[in-house]
């Protein structure tokens, strides 16, 4: 079973990322063949600093790596570095309907937040079904806002299969796996964690910041001797991704009990935080210090995924006439 899976190097990294795409994949591993790809092709919709670009690219695979990424197990990799996948997208585009693109949600919310709209953002999810499409993918896990995005690469296999396939399927149809046992990582006010929000805890954020951070969560005006209600709280909410159940079922105990305020609540979410990635902090510090490993890394991903792009996209042209 091939598993891909690819995350945008568009800012910092955050605990939305970590515990939506990260930390899945990199469980997922040793379930069987990992593809992972730094999504750089996809971030010149919103990143026009070609500087800013290449120190986000750095910065997402040493975060990825130090976070667990096992380059012994996962083939991972700058989507930019296997060129086939634009060849692909453009063949795809071809059959691609208007109508497919014009009802995708993502297009229409990132216009919604101020994007500029270009044509690489209205075609992005060609782009995306041919970095699914090109490595003959059959596992692609994605949160439920992305869902849409796996249906619309089926439906684009589906039809170049029937154009060109003659009763052979020349496209793997991928099955998505959709995690419904998370739901979204809320930021400090509440929306789901997100970099367009500007209400984002980064993965590796210094103690201070950190700190300054967590206080700017939001909550209500209970006085502090009363109880308070742990459900409708973010503190909890960001606490149980990181905490044992017998310490979320303490601080529940606390919050329901009163007598203490919000402040003494976001201290232990920050202790907890602090704890919980210390040893990856040490392994990214490790990491900054050798950025050859880095490239070498991503280097050796890029000839691996290309053997597979250049099958598949060799397979395409033949069966187009090119």
Not at 180 to 204: C, E, H, Q, W
Request: overall charge negative.
């Amino acid at each position: 079973m091939r598993i891909l899976s690819g995350i945008q190097p568009s800012g910092r990294l955050h605990l939305g990322n970590y515990f939506g795409m990260m930390e899945p994949a990199i469980r997922l591993q040793d379930e069987g063949e990992a593809y992972y790809f730094i999504a750089d092709y996809h971030s010149l919709t919103s990143i026009h600093d070609p500087s800013q670009l290449r120190d986000n690219v750095r910065d997402v695979a040493i975060d990825f790596l130090a976070c667990g990424l096992d380059p012994e197990k996962a083939v991972f990799f700058r989507q930019s570095d296997v060129p086939e996948v634009t060849e692909l997208t453009w063949i795809l585009s071809t059959l691609t309907p208007m109508g497919l693109l014009e009802r995708c949600h993502s297009y229409k919310d990132k216009i919604a937040q101020g994007v500029s709209p270009s044509h690489g953002l209205f075609a992005y999810p060609v782009l995306m079904a041919s970095d699914i499409l090109i490595y003959n993918s059959d596992l692609v896990p994605v949160g439920k806002d992305q869902k849409q995005h796996i249906e619309v690469t089926r439906d684009i296999a589906q039809k170049f299969n029937d154009r060109y396939g003659e009763g052979e399927p020349l496209l793997k149809i991928p099955e998505p796996r959709i995690r419904k046992d998370l739901a979204a990582v809320p930021g400090l006010d509440g929306r789901k964690m997100s970099k367009s929000y500007d209400n984002t805890i980064a993965l590796f954020e210094d103690e201070k910041a950190l700190k300054k951070k967590i206080m700017r969560i939001t909550t209500d005006s209970i006085p502090v001797e009363d109880p308070k209600d742990p459900d409708d709280s973010y503190i909890v909410m960001l606490y149980k991704l990181i905490a044992s159940a017998d310490e979320v079922q303490e601080m529940e105990d606390a919050f329901r009990r009163g007598g203490e305020g919000y402040g003494h609540f976001k201290k232990q979410l920050l202790e907890k935080l602090l704890e919980h990635f210390a040893p990856l902090r040490v392994k990214r510090a490790k990491l900054e210090q050798d950025p050859d490993f880095v490239e070498d890394v991503l280097q050796n991903g890029a000839k691996q995924a290309r053997l597979i792009a250049q099958e598949t996209l060799h397979r395409v042209r033949k069966a187009v006439g090119l």
